[in-house]
C-alpha cells in the first residue's frame, strides 16, 4: 500500500496532487464546483509554470557552475550529488516508505484536530527531506521504532516553525493563505529571525539594498531584467574564466545572461497568474466561512518552493552566493564538503532568509553566507551516514570521491541537531527534545499574534528614518 502511494505521487506530482487538494477544500468551502474547478486548474497551470521556468533554467546554471568550482582546483573529499539523487535516495529505503503513509495521516490529522492550522499534504512531496534523516538513523541504530520517531519529532518542529512563519511568506511572496513547508528550508527559521534582530541592531537597514531600491538609484541598470542580465553574465564570466579568448565561452556567457534575464521578467507573470487565479476564489470562501463561525479559523495550505524561486531579490541573493559558497567551502577550517549541484538551488534555500530581511539583499547575503557556512560542517559531519544510505539503494559514488552530500538538503543545522540527539539514543536528552516542543508550541500559542505581527513590522521604523547608503 506505500509503495503504491509512493507510486501514485511519483506519477502525477505536486502539479496534479496540490490542484486536487484546492478542488477538495474549495468544494468544502462551498465554493461552487465551477470555480472550484478553475482555481485548482490555475494552480496546476502555475506550478507547471514555475517548474517549466526552473527546469529551462537550471540546466543552463549547471555548467557554468560545474566550471567555477573545477576552475578555482578545489580538492574536497565530500562531493554535493545534489537534492534530486537526494529524493531517490529517501524514496527507496525502507524505512522512508513507511514514513509516507504516517506522515499522510498525522498531518491530515493535525489540521483536522487544529493542532496547526497549515494543510501540509498540500506539498506532500516535500516530506523527503524527513526521510532522509529517519533512514540515516534507522541505518545506523537498526531501530524503526527510534527513526518513525526522529521523523514525527522533525515533523512536528517543522509546522511550528511553519506556523510562525506562514503570514511573513504569504505577504512577501503575495500567496494569499499558503504557506512553506519544506523542512530543508524552515529549518531556517529561528535563525533567521535571530539574525535579522541582530543585523538589525547592528544597523544593517541602513544598507536598504532590494530590487526596489536598486532600480531607484541605478535606473534602467537597476530594472529586475536588465540586472538579471549583468548578474547572469557575471556569473558567466566567473566560470569561463580561464577561457574568455574563446568564441564558444562568450556565447555560453550571454545564454546564462539572458537566460537569467528571462526569469526575472517571466516568473512574476506567472506568479501573478498562481496567486490571482488559484487563490482569491479559495480565500475569499475562508472569509465567508469565518464570519459565519463563532470561532474564526485563519489557515494556510503548503505550496512547493518553486512558487518563490525566481521573486527577483530571492534569485539575486541566491546567485550572488554561488560563488560566495564556493570560496568559503575553499577557505573554512575543517570543512570537507565541496557544494556542486546543490549550489543552483541556493535560490530556493535563501527564501526563508529573504523574506525575513523583507527583501534585503544585504542582510540576506550574510545572513545566508554565516548559515550556509554552518550547513557546510553538517555535510561534514553526516556525509558517511549519508554516503552509506545511498549505496545501500543503489547510488554510484564518482570516482575519485571518498564520500557524498546533498548541500541543499544535509546542510540544516537545526535537522542534523534533532538527528544527532536522536542517534545519541539518550532517553534524558531526547526527552529534553520534545519538551522543548511542547514549550515553544505552548508560547507561540500563546503569542501567535504578537510574533506575526513582529516578523511584519520588524524593522520598518528604523528604515523609515534611517538614511539608505548610496549604491
Known amino acids: 500500500m506505500l509503495e503504491m502511494l509512493k507510486n501514485v505521487f511519483d506519477a502525477f506530482g505536486a502539479a496534479i496532487f496540490v490542484p486536487i487538494m484546492l478542488y477538495i477544500i474549495a468544494l468544502i468551502l462551498k465554493v461552487p464546483s465551477k470555480k472550484a474547478f478553475n482555481s485548482a486548474l490555475s494552480a496546476g497551470v502555475g506550478l507547471t509554470g514555475f517548474s517549466l521556468i526552473t527546469n529551462s533554467f537550471i540546466p543552463i546554471m549547471v555548467p557554468i557552475v560545474d566550471r567555477m568550482v573545477k576552475t578555482t582546483g578545489i580538492d574536497l573529499p565530500i562531493l554535493d550529488i545534489g537534492w534530486q539523487a537526494t529524493s531517490v535516495v529517501a524514496y527507496s529505503t525502507q524505512v522512508g516508505l513507511v514514513f509516507i503513509g504516517i506522515a499522510l495521516l498525522i498531518q491530515i490529522v493535525l489540521f483536522l484536530l487544529k493542532w496547526t492550522n497549515i494543510f501540509m499534504p498540500g506539498d506532500l512531496w516535500n516530506n523527503y527531506s524527513f526521510m532522509v534523516w529517519g533512514s540515516m538513523l534507522y541505518l545506523l541504530t537498526e531501530n524503526m521504532v527510534l527513526a518513525i520517531a526522529c521523523m514525527v519529532v522533525l515533523n512536528l518542529y517543522i509546522l511550528l516553525f511553519a506556523e510562525v512563519y506562514e503570514k511573513r511568506f504569504s505577504t512577501y511572496y503575495n500567496y494569499p493563505n499558503c504557506a512553506l513547508t519544506a523542512p530543508h528550508h524552515v529549518g531556517a527559521v529561528p535563525y533567521a529571525i535571530a539574525m535579522d534582530w541582530v543585523l538589525r541592531k ?270
Open 202 to 471: 547592528l544597523g544593517a537597514d541602513k544598507v536598504n539594498l532590494n530590487p526596489a531600491t536598486i532600480k531607484r538609484r541605478l535606473g534602467f541598470i537597476g530594472d529586475p531584467v536588465t540586472l538579471g542580465l549583468i548578474l547572469g553574465c557575471l556569473l558567466g564570466i566567473a566560470g569561463n574564466f580561464d577561457q574568455l579568448n574563446r568564441l564558444e565561452a562568450w556565447g555560453q556567457i550571454l545564454t546564462v545572461g539572458i537566460s537569467t534575464a528571462a526569469v526575472m521578467a517571466i516568473f512574476p507573470k506567472v506568479a501573478v497568474f498562481f496567486e490571482a487565479s488559484a487563490f482569491t476564489s479559495l480565500t475569499d470562501a475562508s472569509k465567508k466561512t469565518a464570519k459565519g463561525s463563532s470561532k474564526k479559523r485563519e489557515w494556510y495550505i503548503a505550496v512547493n518552493d518553486a512558487v518563490g524561486y525566481g521573486e527577483p531579490a530571492t534569485l539575486i541573493t541566491g546567485i550572488l552566493l554561488i560563488p560566495i559558497m564556493v570560496i568559503l567551502a575553499v577557505i573554512l577550517p575543517g570543512n570537507k564538503a565541496l557544494p556542486m549541484v546543490d549550489l543552483i538551488a541556493l535560490p530556493y534555500m535563501v527564501i526563508v532568509i529573504i523574506s525575513i530581511s523583507k527583501g534585503n539583499i544585504f542582510k540576506a547575503l550574510i545572513s545566508g553566507a554565516i548559515w550556509f557556512s554552518l550547513g557546510l560542517y553538517m555535510c561534514t559531519i553526516t556525509a558517511g551516514y549519508f554516503t552509506e544510505v545511498a549505496m545501500g539503494v543503489g547510488i554510484d559514488i564518482p570516482a575519485g570521491v571518498m564520500m557524498i552530500t546533498s548541500f541543499g538538503i544535509m546542510y540544516n543545522p537545526f535537522m542534523a541537531a534533532i538527528f544527532l540527539a536522536f542517534l545519541s539514543q539518550n532517553v534524558l536528552i531526547i526527552t529534553g527534545v520534545v519538551v522543548l516542543y511542547f514549550v515553544l508550541y505552548v508560547l507561540f500559542r500563546k503569542n501567535r499574534t504578537r510574533v506575526h505581527d513582529y516578523l511584519e513590522n520588524a524593522g520598518e521604523t528604523e528604515q523609515d528614518v534611517k538614511p539608505e547608503v548610496a549604491l
